[in-house]
C-alpha cells in the first residue's frame, strides 16, 4: 500500500470518527438515541386492545430470573409466547401474554382477574421470592413497567412482587399515560390515535374473602388488612385483582418516553468520568510528546553525526539486532492478538450502531444479538491478524495457529457459559438457554466463525509476511539487571491501573443495567469513554515499551500486551467490590452466576485491551528501529 493511499485511509477514518464523536455529544444532550430505525409509533383509537405482556421477574439478592407464569399467579388458558430474537432468550427474557385484557381509554376498577389455590409447594414458593425481593418486570407497546421514584421526578423499572415481611402484592393499578398521535407528513393525519409513553405501575397487598366478594371489598382496599402468605391455610384461595387508569401526558413525547426511566444526575457524573479520564490522557500524551519530540529526536541526531557512536550507545539504540527476536510461545501471543483484535473490532461496531440508534432498548435483545452475530463474523479478522503475526514470527505450525485462534477464546467463553448455565437449568429459571438455544450459538462459531478464522489465516498466508527493520543476530545479548520500578509484575500492575480508571465509573451503570434490571441507553457517553480507554491502553503501553527498551531490556511482547491488559485484573476486582455493596446476593447459585458472568466479561476486555497496547507498541518500535536503520 503507497504512502498516498494510507494516508487518505487514516484521514477518512479521522473523519468518520470525528463525525461519531459530534454525534455521540448531540446524543447525550438528547439525552439517548438521535433515532431509531426501524421503529415508529403504533397509533391507538378508543376502545382498540392493547396487548400486556409478562416477562420475568428479578432480584438482586437471588440473580436467578424466573419466568412470571411459573409463579402461582393467574394465567392465561393458553399461554402464547411472543417471537424472541437470540439475545432475548440468552438474556432470560420470556415475553408471554397477560390474562389481563386492556382496551385502549376503557377505565377499570377492581377488576377480578382469578383465584389461584395456594398448596404447600406454591406458599413455600412465593415465601422465597418475596424473602429475596423479587420485582416484576411487565411490557406495554415496548415499554417496561414502572414505579415512580418517591421525591423524584423518576421511574425505576420494574415493580415488586412484595414486600420481606412475606406480604404479597395482588391488586394491580395500571397507569397508562398516552398523548396524541403525530403522524408523519405523508401519511393521513386523525384527530382520535393516541400513543402510549408511560407504562406505570402501583401494587397493593389487599386480603379478600374468595372471588366473588373480592370486586366490592377491593372499592375499600386502603382500609382492608394486606395479604400475608404465612398466614395462608393450605389450598386456601388467593384473590388477584386489578385496575386500569389512562392518563393524558403533554410533557412526554413519543420520541423521548425512555426519558422517564433516566435517573436524575446521571449526566454529571457520566461527564464527571470523562473529564477525569481526558485528564490522564493529557498526562500521558505530554509524557510520548516528550519522548517522541526530545529524547529519540536527540538520539537520532547522534545517530547522524556519528555512525561509529551507536556502538558505544547505551540504551533502546543498541537492541536493533535484539528487539525483533520472537517472544517466548509465540503462537500463544498470535492467539490472544487474534483473539483481541475480534473482540475490538466487534466492540468498535456495536458501539456505532448503539450510537447511531440501530440499537436501543426498545428493540428487546438486539444488543446482544448483534454482540453475538457481530463477533462470530469477525472471525475472519482474528484468523487474519493472529497468522499475520504469527509468520512475522517465524512459526511454521499455521494450522496449529489458526484451530487455536478459533477454537481456545470462543471455546473457553462456551465452557464457562454451559457450566453456568446448568444450575439455571436445574432451578428452572427463564436465564437458562434451551437446548435448542445452546445449539444455535454452538453452530454459529462452528459453522460460521472457524471457516471465517481459516479464511482469513488462509488470506494472511498469502501475502509477504510481515518484516522488521534490520535483521536477529543468532545469540541473545545479556539483558542487565533492572531497577525495582521495571519489575515486570510491578511494572504490568501498574501500567493496568490508568485504562481502568478511564472506564470504571462508567462500569458501575453497565453492572447496574445488568444485574438490577435497569436499561442503559447512554451509548454516546460509553462511546467516548470507549475512545478514551483505546487512547490510553495504547500511551500507556508505548511508555512502558520505552522505559523497557531504554534499560536495554528487548524481551518487550509480551509485556506490551499484559501492561493494558492487565486492566481487566482491576475490573474483576471492581466486580467484587461491587458485589459486596451494591448487591445482597444470599443464593450460593446466584454467587457462581455473578462471579462466573464476570469473568467471562473481564477475559474479553483482557484481551481485548491487551492487543490495543500490543499494536501501539508494535507500531512505535517498528517506526523508530526503522528510523535507524534508515539513517
Given at each position: 500500500?503507497?504512502?498516498?493511499?494510507?494516508?487518505?485511509?487514516?484521514?477518512?477514518?479521522?473523519?468518520?470518527?470525528?463525525?461519531?464523536?459530534?454525534?455521540?455529544?448531540?446524543?447525550?444532550?438528547?439525552?439517548?438515541?438521535?433515532?431509531?430505525?426501524?421503529?415508529?409509533?403504533?397509533?391507538?383509537?378508543?376502545?382498540?386492545?392493547?396487548?400486556?405482556?409478562?416477562?420475568?421477574?428479578?432480584?438482586?439478592?437471588?440473580?436467578?430470573?424466573?419466568?412470571?407464569?411459573?409463579?402461582?399467579?393467574?394465567?392465561?388458558?393458553?399461554?402464547?409466547?411472543?417471537?424472541?430474537?437470540?439475545?432475548?432468550?440468552?438474556?432470560?427474557?420470556?415475553?408471554?401474554?397477560?390474562?389481563?385484557?386492556?382496551?385502549?381509554?376503557?377505565?377499570?376498577?377492581?377488576?377480578?382477574?382469578?383465584?389461584?389455590?395456594?398448596?404447600?409447594?406454591?406458599?413455600?414458593?412465593?415465601?422465597?421470592?418475596?424473602?429475596?425481593?423479587?420485582?416484576?418486570?411487565?411490557?406495554?407497546?415496548?415499554?417496561?413497567?414502572?414505579?415512580?421514584?418517591?421525591?423524584?421526578?423518576?421511574?425505576?423499572?420494574?415493580?415488586?412482587?412484595?414486600?420481606?415481611?412475606?406480604?404479597?402484592?395482588?391488586?394491580?393499578?395500571?397507569?397508562?399515560?398516552?398523548?396524541?398521535?403525530?403522524?408523519?407528513?405523508?401519511?393521513?393525519?386523525?384527530?382520535?390515535?393516541?400513543?402510549?409513553?408511560?407504562?406505570?405501575?402501583?401494587?397493593?397487598?389487599?386480603?379478600?374473602?374468595?372471588?366473588?366478594?373480592?370486586?366490592?371489598?377491593?372499592?375499600?382496599?386502603?382500609?382492608?388488612?394486606?395479604?400475608?402468605?404465612?398466614?395462608?391455610?393450605?389450598?386456601?384461595?388467593?384473590?388477584?385483582?386489578?385496575?386500569?387508569?389512562?392518563?393524558?401526558?403533554?410533557?412526554?413525547?413519543?420520541t423521548n418516553r425512555w426519558h422517564n426511566?433516566?435517573?436524575?444526575?446521571?449526566?454529571?457524573?457520566?461527564?464527571?468520568?470523562?473529564?477525569?479520564?481526558?485528564?490522564v490522557i493529557f498526562v500521558l500524551t505530554?509524557?510520548?510528546?516528550?519522548?517522541?519530540?526530545?529524547?529519540?529526536?536527540?538520539?537520532?541526531?547522534?545517530?547522524?553525526?556519528?555512525?561509529?557512536?551507536?556502538?558505544?550507545?547505551?540504551?533502546?539504540?543498541?537492541?536493533?539486532?535484539?528487539?525483533?527476536?520472537?517472544?517466548?510461545?509465540?503462537?500463544?501471543?498470535?492467539?490472544?492478538?487474534?483473539s483481541g483484535f475480534q473482540v475490538l473490532?466487534?466492540?468498535?461496531?456495536?458501539?456505532?450502531?448503539?450510537?447511531?440508534?440501530?440499537?436501543?432498548?426498545?428493540?428487546?435483545?438486539?444488543?446482544?444479538?448483534?454482540?453475538?452475530?457481530?463477533?462470530?463474523?469477525?472471525?475472519?479478522?482474528?484468523?487474519?491478524?493472529?497468522?499475520?503475526?504469527?509468520?512475522?514470527?517465524?512459526?511454521?505450525?499455521?494450522?496449529?495457529?489458526?484451530?487455536?485462534?478459533?477454537?481456545?477464546?470462543?471455546?473457553?467463553?462456551?465452557?464457562?457459559?454451559?457450566?453456568?448455565?446448568?444450575?439455571?437449568?436445574?432451578?428452572?429459571?427463564?436465564?437458562?438457554?434451551?437446548?435448542?438455544?445452546?445449539?444455535?450459538?454452538?453452530?454459529?462459531?462452528?459453522?460460521?466463525?472457524?471457516?471465517?478464522?481459516?479464511?482469513?489465516?488462509?488470506?494472511?498466508?498469502?501475502?509477504?509476511?510481515?518484516?522488521?527493520?534490520?535483521?536477529?543476530?543468532?545469540?541473545?545479548?545479556?539483558?542487565?539487571?533492572?531497577?525495582?520500578?521495571?519489575?515486570?509484575?510491578?511494572?504490568?500492575?501498574?501500567?493496568?491501573?490508568?485504562?481502568?480508571?478511564?472506564?470504571?465509573?462508567?462500569?458501575?451503570?453497565?453492572?447496574?443495567?445488568?444485574?438490577?434490571?435497569?436499561?442503559?441507553?447512554?451509548?454516546?457517553?460509553?462511546?467516548?469513554?470507549?475512545?478514551?480507554?483505546?487512547?490510553?491502553?495504547?500511551?500507556?503501553?508505548?511508555?512502558?515499551?520505552?522505559?523497557?527498551?531504554?534499560?536495554?531490556?528487548?524481551?518487550?511482547?509480551?509485556?506490551?500486551?499484559?501492561?493494558?491488559?492487565?486492566?481487566?485484573?482491576?475490573?474483576?476486582?471492581?466486580?467484587?467490590?461491587?458485589?459486596?455493596?451494591?448487591?445482597?446476593?444470599?443464593?450460593?447459585?446466584?454467587?457462581?452466576?455473578?462471579?462466573?458472568?464476570?469473568?467471562?466479561?473481564?477475559?474479553?476486555?483482557?484481551?481485548?485491551?491487551?492487543?490495543?497496547?500490543?499494536?501501539?507498541?508494535?507500531?512505535?518500535?517498528?517506526?523508530?528501529?526503522?528510523?535507524?536503520?534508515?539513517?
Open positions: 500500500m503507497s504512502s498516498h493511499t494510507s494516508k487518505i485511509i487514516i484521514g477518512v477514518s479521522g473523519l468518520f470518527v470525528l463525525f461519531l464523536v459530534v454525534v455521540s455529544v448531540v446524543s447525550i444532550y438528547r439525552e439517548g438515541a438521535l433515532f431509531i430505525p426501524g421503529l415508529a409509533p403504533t397509533p391507538y383509537k378508543k376502545g382498540a386492545p392493547i396487548t400486556l405482556d409478562v416477562n420475568k421477574v428479578t432480584s438482586i439478592h437471588g440473580a436467578i430470573p424466573y419466568s412470571y407464569h411459573s409463579l402461582p399467579v393467574c394465567k392465561p388458558d393458553k399461554l402464547v409466547q411472543e417471537s424472541e430474537n437470540l439475545g432475548a432468550v440468552i438474556t432470560g427474557n420470556r415475553l408471554e401474554e397477560s390474562k389481563i385484557k386492556l382496551a385502549f381509554l376503557i377505565k377499570k376498577e377492581c377488576e377480578v382477574l382469578c383465584g389461584v389455590d395456594y398448596t404447600e409447594a406454591r406458599k413455600k414458593q412465593m415465601q422465597e421470592l418475596l424473602q429475596q425481593e423479587y420485582q416484576v418486570q411487565w411490557q406495554l407497546d415496548g415499554l417496561p413497567a414502572a414505579v415512580k421514584v418517591k421525591g423524584k421526578d423518576a421511574w425505576k423499572t420494574g415493580f415488586p412482587l412484595g414486600t420481606k415481611e412475606n406480604m404479597l402484592n395482588n391488586h394491580i393499578v395500571i397507569s397508562v399515560h398516552y398523548n396524541k398521535h403525530r403522524a408523519p407528513s405523508s401519511e393521513k393525519k386523525s384527530d382520535d390515535e393516541y400513543n402510549v409513553v408511560l407504562f406505570g405501575i402501583e401494587p397493593h397487598s389487599v386480603k379478600y374473602t374468595d372471588v366473588t366478594h373480592a370486586q366490592a371489598e377491593c372499592a375499600a382496599a386502603e382500609t382492608r388488612d394486606g395479604l400475608s402468605v404465612n398466614k395462608l391455610k393450605t389450598n386456601e384461595t388467593v384473590v388477584f385483582t386489578y385496575s386500569v387508569d389512562w392518563v393524558e401526558d403533554f410533557r412526554t413525547e413519543w426511566y433516566r435517573s436524575s444526575g446521571d449526566s454529571q457524573i457520566h461527564w464527571f468520568a470523562i473529564v477525569n479520564s481526558l485528564m505530554g509524557m510520548i510528546a516528550v519522548i517522541l519530540a526530545k529524547t529519540l529526536r536527540n538520539d537520532f541526531l547522534k545517530i547522524a553525526d556519528d555512525d561509529e557512536q551507536l556502538t558505544n550507545e547505551t540504551g533502546w539504540k543498541t537492541l536493533s539486532t535484539n528487539v525483533f527476536r520472537a517472544p517466548r510461545l509465540p503462537i500463544l501471543l498470535s492467539v490472544l492478538v487474534g473490532l466487534m466492540a468498535v461496531v456495536t458501539l456505532i450502531f448503539s450510537v447511531l440508534g440501530f440499537l436501543s432498548p426498545a428493540n428487546q435483545g438486539s444488543l446482544m444479538t448483534a454482540v453475538l452475530v457481530l463477533y462470530v463474523w469477525m472471525g475472519m479478522a482474528a484468523g487474519y491478524a493472529s497468522a499475520r503475526l504469527y509468520q512475522a514470527f517465524g512459526g511454521e505450525n499455521t494450522t496449529k495457529n489458526t484451530l487455536m485462534t478459533a477454537l481456545l477464546f470462543p471455546g473457553t467463553i462456551f465452557a464457562i457459559a454451559s457450566i453456568l448455565n446448568i444450575p439455571l437449568a436445574v432451578r428452572g429459571s427463564s436465564g437458562a438457554f434451551p437446548f435448542t438455544t445452546s445449539l444455535a450459538i454452538f453452530a454459529l462459531w462452528v459453522c460460521i466463525s472457524v471457516p471465517l478464522c481459516y479464511l482469513g489465516s488462509r488470506f494472511a498466508r498469502s501475502q509477504d509476511p510481515m518484516h522488521f527493520p534490520g535483521t536477529v543476530q543468532l545469540i541473545p545479548r545479556d539483558i542487565p539487571e533492572q531497577p525495582w520500578y521495571l519489575n515486570p509484575v510491578l511494572c504490568v500492575l501498574m501500567a493496568g491501573l490508568l485504562p481502568f480508571g478511564a472506564v470504571f465509573i462508567e462500569l458501575f451503570f453497565i453492572l447496574t443495567s445488568i444485574w438490577m434490571n435497569q436499561f442503559y441507553f447512554l451509548f454516546g457517553f460509553l462511546f467516548l469513554v470507549f475512545l478514551i480507554m483505546i487512547v490510553t491502553c495504547a500511551e500507556i503501553s508505548v511508555v512502558i515499551c520505552y522505559f523497557q527498551l531504554s534499560n536495554m531490556d528487548y524481551q518487550w511482547w509480551w509485556r506490551a500486551y499484559l501492561s493494558s491488559g492487565s486492566s481487566a485484573f482491576y475490573m474483576y476486582l471492581y466486580g467484587i467490590h461491587y458485589y459486596f455493596t451494591a448487591l445482597s446476593i444470599t443464593d450460593g447459585v446466584a454467587k457462581l452466576l455473578y462471579f462466573g458472568y464476570m469473568l467471562i466479561l473481564c477475559l474479553g476486555f483482557f484481551v481485548m485491551t491487551g492487543t490495543i497496547g500490543f499494536l501501539a507498541c508494535l507500531i512505535f518500535v517498528r517506526r523508530i528501529y526503522k528510523a535507524i536503520h534508515q539513517d
